[in-house]
């Protein structure tokens, strides 16, 4: 099973909303990420989760909240977004530190803040 | 800094045509390279990682060369299909230890496939 779950696949919120995004993985991975991508350009990195432990913050803005309540979920939390946060937001999750560290994507949620 | 290049930026094919996909990078001290496909509105698949000490890696009509010292990949796709038809993504990863396993993406190769 190769497979990471993103819940929901879409999501419309008003900018005074507070909201969570859900990603699991069952691949015993120990390293989770958050990627932010807007049209037509690639992903780019916002969090990265180690060991439960978060190791990177790419400066995100605080309205972006992440955690990572165990070793298979990582949630993202939003709160006062902008329209200009409107994007798919995808999880991956890899295994450091052993072999080719694959990463593996989840099919992304669509986020429109109105 | 990484900077990764992918050329062309789009391309459109007849049903069975050979194909290679081209992607390059600055800095060739990268721990993995993968090649992504990504349906519009969808997330990424993987498709195929080449480790830095390999050269290439098969899949099916897929196959994957890398060329560390030069700095570039390839991705050859055989007689293509209009399934084939997507956005084609390259991406190199640092070692885990050094920037978390952080993938570097190309801005993609749109690849169209007309039957």
């Known amino acids: 099973d190769t497979e990471v779950t993103q819940t929901p696949k879409h999501l419309v919120m008003g900018m005074t909303n507070k909201k969570s995004l859900k990603c699991e993985q069952h691949?015993?991975?120990?390293?989770m990420y958050w990627y932010k991508q807007k049209a037509k350009k690639p992903p780019e990195l916002m969090f990265v989760?180690?060991?439960?432990?978060?190791?990177i913050n790419e400066s995100v803005p605080s309205r972006f909240s992440p955690e990572c309540p165990n070793s298979s979920l990582l949630n993202l939390h939003l709160h006062a977004l902008q329209p200009e946060d409107s994007a798919l937001y995808l999880c991956?999750?890899?295994?450091?530190?052993?072999?080719?560290?694959?990463?593996?994507f989840g099919q992304g949620t669509r986020l429109t803040v109105v | 800094k990484q900077e990764v290049t992918q050329i062309p930026a789009a391309l459109s094919v007849p049903e069975g045509e050979n194909l290679v996909l081209n992607c390059s990078f600055t800095?060739?001290?990268?721990?993995?390279l993968q090649w992504f496909r990504q349906d519009p509105g969808k997330g990424l698949t993987s498709l195929l990682l080449?480790?830095?000490?390999?050269r290439e890696q098969t899949s099916g009509r897929l196959n994957a060369s890398l060329d560390k010292s030069s700095g570039r990949s390839t991705l050859y796709i055989a007689a293509s299909q209009p399934g084939d038809s997507a956005t084609y993504l390259c991406?190199?990863?640092?070692?885990?230890?050094?920037?978390?396993?952080?993938?570097?993406f190309g801005q993609g190769t749109e690849l169209s496939v007309k039957p």
């Open positions: 991956a999750s890899s295994q450091p530190g052993q072999g080719a560290n694959e990463a593996f």
């Open positions: 691949m015993g991975h120990r390293a």
């Open positions: 989760y180690s060991y439960e432990k978060l190791s």
């Open positions: 800095d060739s001290a990268i721990y993995n």
């Open positions: 080449i480790q830095s000490s390999q």
């Open positions: 991406a190199v990863g640092p070692p885990f230890y050094n920037q978390g396993g952080k993938l570097i």
